[in-house]
T-cell receptor
Framework: GENVEQHPSTLSVQEGDSAVIKCTYS??????FPWYKQELGKRPQLIID?????GEKKDQRIAVTLNKTAKHFSLHITETQPEDSAVYFCAASPEGNKLTFGTGTQLKVEL | KAGVTQTPRYLIKTRGQQVTLSCSPI?????VSWYQQTPGQGLQFLFEYFSETQRNKGNFPGRFSGRQFSNSRSEMNVSTLELGDSALYLC???????????FGNGTRLTVT
């Protein structure tokens, strides 16, 4: 089955800096790669996703890049703000809604 | 449009008991998936239902089961509860299989 590795497990940045979270996947059949943000005590919320026919996608301060050959994808957050502090999860799916999640990255944006 | 609704929010059960969790998807969404979230194992896929049929199943024992009704509402059942079943159980819905998942707030199950 699919295996997703996520790094780093914790990330601390200064407000205004950029943050990058990286994930690798094992199943070449995976074709859908969402990213979720989960604040403490709350539900995971989809922040951006990308499909395998696209190499990069942007939404304001957030971007995701995908390298199918190397089987890795990354989340980039620019101009970080304190409200970006949360746990971020990457995921991969080869079929339907059977997502395999990474282990999460605790992002802390310091003032 | 109302989001994914899960009930109850919290449950405390004793080992050996069984429990049923409920999920109402976003209106119009036909796919419902269930995930277990624990500090040790992270987010793990349990199963997915689409049009009342189980379409995918994760690597959980047969004590974990689910179903979906004609109105797309879903329930999951865990029988013979074990301490290790203590977790946040998240339901997620999507318009179709393979479209973005929207999660509910979850049911926090504690097994004592």
């Amino acid at each position: 089955g699919e295996n997703v590795e996520q790094h780093p497990s914790t990330l601390s940045v200064q407000e205004g800096d950029s943050a990058v979270i990286k994930c690798t996947y094992s199943d070449s059949a995976s074709n859908y790669f969402p990213w979720y943000k989960q604040e403490l005590g709350k539900r995971p919320q989809l922040i951006i996703d990308i499909r395998s026919n696209v190499g990069e996608k942007k939404d304001q301060r957030i971007a995701v890049t995908l390298n199918k050959t190397a089987k890795h994808f990354s989340l980039h957050i620019t101009e970080t703000q304190p409200e970006d502090s949360a746990v971020y999860f990457c995921a991969a799916s080869p079929e339907g809604n059977k997502l395999t999640f990474g282990t999460g990255t605790q992002l802390k944006v310091e003032l | 449009k109302a989001g994914v609704t899960q009930t109850p929010r919290y449950l405390i059960k004793t080992r050996g008991q069984q429990v049923t969790l409920s999920c109402s998807p976003i209106s119009g969404h036909r796919s419902v998936s269930w995930y277990q979230q624990t500090p040790g194992q992270g987010l793990q896929f349990l199963f997915e239902y689409f049009s009342e049929t189980q379409r995918n199943k994760g690597n959980f024992p047969g004590r974990f089961s689910g179903r979906q009704f004609s109105n797309s509402r879903s329930e999951m059942n865990v029988s013979t509860l074990e301490l290790g079943d203590s977790a946040l159980y998240l339901c997620a819905s999507s318009l179709l299989g393979g479209s973005p998942l929207h999660f509910g707030n979850g049911t926090r199950l504690t097994v004592t």
